[in-house]
């Protein structure tokens, strides 16, 4: 096989380019034209297509017909009423959906690679099934499930547990509604990482020296599978940041939902909030992305330390 497939060409094999001996010069063939043009003029139209929205909607914030240019819209945002409030509500909800989704998701994944690889399709239907569910039916068979609760379980300590659950500070029903909508998400970014390491091999081996399975968890897998944990965390952040229908339906005000409730009294302060609120999820979403492909050194030196002591 290696004979019928060389991997050098040999001079004498090569195809002879060259003009019969007639005297006359060799013509070159005609070179194809560089694709930098094409990928510039596409750059350039999905910077248009990104960026010419977002100008607008600054110059319709800061220019007011007869008096000029001027900042007010965002200058009166921190003194608008709920503004604070919802935007922290937001973080603290995506915070608490991406530590729930990464607890649920990181160790039925490894416990699926290392013990039941057959059961791997069956954890990703299960864990696509949001996918072809519409919120709306989600946020009907919740609104269904939190009415039917307190008046059947008025008696049962279960009464509290639902109260508690719609608490406005933080409405924990929403944090439980999140996780099933980022579950897809969560799930392919983890499988693309556990598919790029081989797991067995590195648990078999730390369990062979004797690691506990937390230990092969926390500081062998999962150092392994930080891009992939920043890639999920990217993703249920964008989600709950932008999360609209559910929460609006349940009676909570985060901030997309507090977003449009001013946009009708304060049209240029909904769109300033809109500017301010897309340049916040970018920094998180930066932040996130270089925590996630930053090479870490301070997990390498406590390992070399418990090896040493072991």
């Known amino acids: 096989m290696a004979a019928m497939t060389p991997t050098t060409r040999h001079p004498d094999t090569a195809p002879d380019t060259r003009a019969p ?48 240019i001027t900042f007010e819209a965002y200058t009166e945002l921190l003194s608008a009423d709920g503004f604070t409030k919802s935007l922290l509500l937001s973080l603290g909800l995506a915070a608490a959906t991406i530590a729930l989704s990464l607890l649920l998701a990181v160790p039925a994944l490894v ?14 239907v299960m864990c696509m099934l949001p996918l072809v569910v519409p919120p709306i039916a989600l946020v009907t068979g919740i609104t269904t499930v939190l009415r039917w609760g307190p008046e059947h379980l008025s008696r049962t300590p279960l009464y509290q547990t639902f109260i508690a659950v719609q608490n406005e500070k933080f409405p924990v029903v929403l944090v439980l509604a999140y996780t099933v909508l980022a579950l897809p998400f969560v799930y392919r970014s983890l499988d693309a990482g556990l598919r790029a390491v081989d797991v067995p091999t590195l648990a078999e081996a730390a369990r062979s020296c004797g690691a506990s399975w937390p230990y092969v968890v926390l500081r062998v897998l999962l150092p392994n599978l930080r891009a992939s944990l920043a890639g999920a965390a990217f993703l249920t952040l964008a989600l709950v940041l932008g999360e609209f229908t559910i929460a609006s339906l349940l009676g909570f005000r985060p901030f997309a939902v507090w977003i449009v409730s001013i946009s009708g009294a304060q049209a240029r302060m909904s769109v300033a909030v809109s500017i301010l609120s897309l340049l916040i999820t970018w920094l998180l979403l930066i932040a996130l992305s270089r925590a996630g492909t930053t090479p870490s050194t301070a997990a390498a030196a406590p390992a070399t330390t418990s090896r040493k002591e072991s």
């Not at 013509?27 to 910077?47: F, N, S, Y």
């Not at 416990?111 to 990703?124: H, K, M, T």
């Open 21 to 68: 001996d007639t005297g006359a010069p060799a013509r070159t063939p005609a070179r194809r034209p560089r694709p930098g043009i094409w990928r510039g003029a596409v750059l350039a139209l999905a910077g248009a297509y990104f960026l010419i929205p977002l100008v607008a909607s600054f110059v319709f914030t800061v220019h007011v017909p007869g008096q000029g």
């Open 111 to 124: 416990a699926v690679r290392i013990g039941s690889p057959r059961l791997r399709p069956v954890v990703e």
